[in-house]
């Protein structure tokens, strides 16, 4: 007994680290915790070596205090609080509402092409959820929106920021998984376009066929003559096209790095604070210091994260893992992938993204590299690339799932006494379907993502 306990010393591990979670612990403890118990364990069972953790300290430098891509993760943080702040999001959402004015569900879509416009400014689905919940839904149950769909609109545009760059979410696993994070950006930009598309095509047909559900504005809403919806489009879009332009446009065209254009973006978002006189000292210290404490809990968890990994590979768990993945009959490179596809989105209704990212990533993405897929795609950074945007699509689910959706229980803390969680959970239903088949299309036809990086030569 003694002896497959040590055998399978890793697999315990990872039992270990899964039931843990479910408690309630901060998952920065349970990571760390988790890898040093067993590695004592290791010890004392004669797998492991106490000299092994004194290449920790070096490890977690190099890894995380000492590397540069991490830097953009704060600065995106500021950029997406200080939007907050500038009340961009509300004007472009009234353009966009005049703009549909005629159109059936256009309010919902306007929410869905603004959730898709602040994704490429922002990248936070905390602030971008209770953003849309704040200045949408009001509006939406007043026109007579579903409570279903006004909600599931919302929810689900929200979470458009962890897919579509710059997201926090794509620098955090182009690290993880050694893919540049640049190349990352623009294989996520066509995926997340296609989930924002299949939301907008799901709400017109909706809308078309029960007009009841989400009524269209009118021609009375709004200017009347083009001088003033012209004036009213460039005042509402142009902010939001600068700050794009700045950090996305500086990326692809290849000025800056994601790190550099980050320290842009937050540059951009403190003038467009400035330009609509949102600006004070003491909304700059609260961003300030929204940032650093959100950049102190990912960077908490990348030390846990590097120490479990650390230890479990030292143990030999991703050759337990393999021999795991034979003995289920589970051995082509097509198998695995769908494999963690599935037990990615089992743990998204239980885990939050990083916890999955941190679970699932050191332990298959080595397995993907050296699978093979024959002639339908192949080139380790491509497969890599590849795999890596199907992790982001699939995680966005992770937001929306229960009972552990962050992103429905941003919004229950912001919707209004009518709004029940059951009236959410049944809104987000039909897009956690939506998001499942741009899954499916992504891993049907990898050219979705692989074709802009390929065609600037992001990848050879």
Same mark, same amino acid.
């Given at each position: 007994? %003694? ?40 010890? =004392? ?34 950029? +997406?609080?200080?939007?907050?702040? $500038? ?6 959402? =009234? ?10 569900? +256009?309010?919902?879509?306007?929410? /869905?092409?603004?959730?898709? @416009?602040?994704a490429a400014t922002t990248g936070i689905v905390g602030a971008s959820v209770i953003m849309l919940t704040l200045i949408a839904l009001p509006v939406m149950l ?9 909600? &599931?609109?919302?929810? $689900?545009?929200?979470?458009?920021? @962890? ?24 294989a996520a930009i066509l995926p997340g376009l296609a989930m924002s598309g299949t939301y907008l095509i799901y709400i017109l047909a909706l809308a078309w066929a029960?007009? &009841?559900?989400?009524? $269209? ?7 009347? !003559? ?14 939001? *096209? ?15 790095? #994601? ?16 330009? !609509? ?17 959100? !950049? ?12 479990? $990994? =650390? ?41 939050? %993204? ?11 993405t080595p397995i993907i590299a050296a699978a093979s897929f024959g002639d339908f795609i192949s080139g380790k950074m491509v497969v890599l690339t590849w795999f ?5 699509? !699939? ?9 552990? +959706?962050? *992103? ?16 959410? =959970?049944? &809104?987000?239903?039909?897009? /956690? ?14 050219? @979705?993502?692989?074709?802009? #990086? ?7």
């Amino acid at each position: 007994m %003694w002896d497959f306990f040590v055998d399978h010393l890793a697999v315990v591990m990872f039992l270990v680290l899964t039931v843990i979670m479910f408690v309630g612990y901060p998952v920065a403890f349970v990571l760390g915790a988790v890898g040093i118990f067993f590695g004592w364990i290791g010890i =004392y069972a004669g797998v492991f070596k106490a000299a092994q953790f004194a290449s920790l300290m070096p490890r977690i430098y190099q890894q995380a205090v000492e590397n540069p891509v991490l830097v953009a993760i704060p600065m995106f943080i500021f950029m +997406g609080t200080m939007l907050e702040r $500038s009340k961009v999001a509300e004007q472009l959402l =009234y353009a966009l509402q005049v703009l549909l004015r005629r159109v059936p569900g +256009g309010l919902a879509m306007s929410v /869905v092409i603004l959730g898709t @416009i602040m994704a490429a400014t922002t990248g936070i689905v905390g602030a971008s959820v209770i953003m849309l919940t704040l200045i949408a839904l009001p509006v939406m149950l007043q026109r007579g929106y579903q409570k279903e769909l006004a909600v &599931g609109t919302i929810a $689900s545009a929200g979470t458009l920021g @962890i897919l579509i760059p710059p997201s926090i979410m794509l620098v955090i696993m182009g690290d993880l998984m050694g893919v540049p994070v640049g190349t990352l950006f623009l294989a996520a930009i066509l995926p997340g376009l296609a989930m924002s598309g299949t939301y907008l095509i799901y709400i017109l047909a909706l809308a078309w066929a029960r007009p &009841g559900l989400a009524p $269209s504005l009118g021609a009375g809403e709004g200017p009347q !003559n083009p001088a003033e919806l012209l004036a009213l489009v460039t005042r509402s879009f142009l902010p939001a *096209a600068f700050l794009i332009s700045l950090v996305l446009g500086s990326i692809f065209a290849g000025w800056a790095t #994601p790190t550099e254009a980050a320290g842009v973006g937050c540059l951009g978002s403190i003038i467009l604070a400035i330009y !609509n006189k949102q600006f004070s000292l003491k909304v700059l210290r609260d961003v300030m210091r929204s940032a650093a404490l959100t !950049n102190a809990l990912v960077f908490f968890i990348v030390f846990g994260a590097t120490l479990f $990994s =650390y230890v479990f590979r030292a143990l030999g768990g991703d050759d337990v893992v393999a021999e795991l993945l034979k003995a289920m009959g589970i051995d082509t490179g097509w198998e695995v992938l769908i494999f963690v596809m599935a037990l990615v989105f089992v743990m998204g209704f239980f885990f939050d %993204w990083i916890e999955i990212c941190l679970i699932v990533i050191p332990i298959f993405t080595p397995i993907i590299a050296a699978a093979s897929f024959g002639d339908f795609i192949s080139g380790k950074m491509v497969v890599l690339t590849w795999f890596a945007t199907l992790l982001a699509v !699939n995680m966005q689910t992770a937001f929306l799932t229960p009972p552990f +959706g962050f *992103a429905l229980f941003y919004m229950k803390g912001t919707v209004p006494p009518s709004v029940t969680m059951a009236h959410i =959970y049944r &809104g987000i239903v039909p897009f /956690v379907i939506l998001q499942v088949s741009t899954l499916a299309l992504c891993m049907i036809f990898p050219k @979705i993502v692989t074709w802009w #990086p390929k065609s600037v030569g992001f990848l050879d």
